[in-house]
């Protein structure tokens, strides 16, 4: 499709179990953001990738939280010992050079129970 | 740094009525402006962009917003809402020079009643 995909659309885990998200960015575009949303609040930034470079990881919440993008390609999310405060939707969005304009995904809902 | 603060966390209005959703953001830098829409269980979409030239700007189904630097505002405006156009909006700053990573603000629910 055209628009950045992620998978799955719903996730329900149990506490302490690691999941892996995904996103699918737009052909082409060479910045991808994670970003979370909790009930009925904003988006809080996680980690941003820019082609080649080091990612930007300064939002990850703690060492549960890891990320990888293959060069301009798919991004995986791994939370890992997922915790109750860990349910809220994830966000990926992509774009092409600068200027944050972004294309945002339907987003991942995850529940700890 | 940037930071985005949406004055409103819920707006009412009727359907046909005006409305305004206001957004002031602060920054030590230039700055592109964004106001985006997300409907239920679906992603953000972006409704207009601010990034240079005229501060007044025309965004999808008939939202509109204008620049006010002075003000430090962006603050997003429709003449004649419909009932579709309940939704969450946030506003969103980032630096005109930098990494791009957007600060959006806490969101607003716009709720348009019969």
């Known amino acids: 499709g055209a628009g950045v995909s992620q998978s799955p659309s719903n996730k329900v885990t149990e506490k302490g179990k690691d999941v892996e998200l995904r996103c699918d960015p737009i052909s082409g575009h060479t910045a991808l953001y994670w970003y979370r949303q909790r009930l009925g609040q904003g988006l809080e930034f996680l980690i941003y990738?820019?082609?080649?470079?080091?990612?930007?990881k300064s939002g990850l919440p703690s060492d549960r939280f890891s990320a990888e993008r293959t060069g301009e390609s798919v991004s995986t999310l791994t939370i890992q010992r997922t915790q109750q405060e860990d349910s809220a939707v994830y966000l990926c969005?992509?774009?092409?050079?600068?200027?944050?304009?972004?294309?945002f995904g339907d987003g991942t809902r995850l529940s700890i129970l | 740094a940037q930071s985005v603060t949406q004055l409103d966390s819920q707006v009412p209005v009727f359907e046909e009525a005006p409305v305004e959703l206001r957004c002031n953001y602060s920054?030590?830098?230039?700055?592109?402006l964004f106001w985006y829409v997300q409907y239920p269980n679906q992603g953000l979409q972006l409704l207009l962009k601010?990034?240079?030239?005229?501060?007044l700007v025309k965004g999808i189904n008939g939202f509109e917003a204008e620049f006010n630097k002075s003000q430090t505002s962006f603050h997003l405006r429709k003449p004649s809402v419909h009932i579709s156009d309940t939704a969450e909006y946030f506003c969103?700053?980032?630096?005109?020079?930098?990494?791009?990573?957007?600060?959006f603000g806490r969101g607003t629910s716009l709720i348009v009643h019969p």
């Open positions: 990738f820019q082609g080649n470079s080091a990612p930007d």
């Open positions: 969005a992509s774009s092409s050079a600068g200027r944050g304009l972004q294309h």
């Open positions: 969103a700053v980032s630096a005109s020079g930098g990494s791009y990573i957007p600060t």
């Open positions: 920054s030590s830098v230039s700055v592109y």
């Open positions: 601010y990034l240079s030239g005229s501060t």
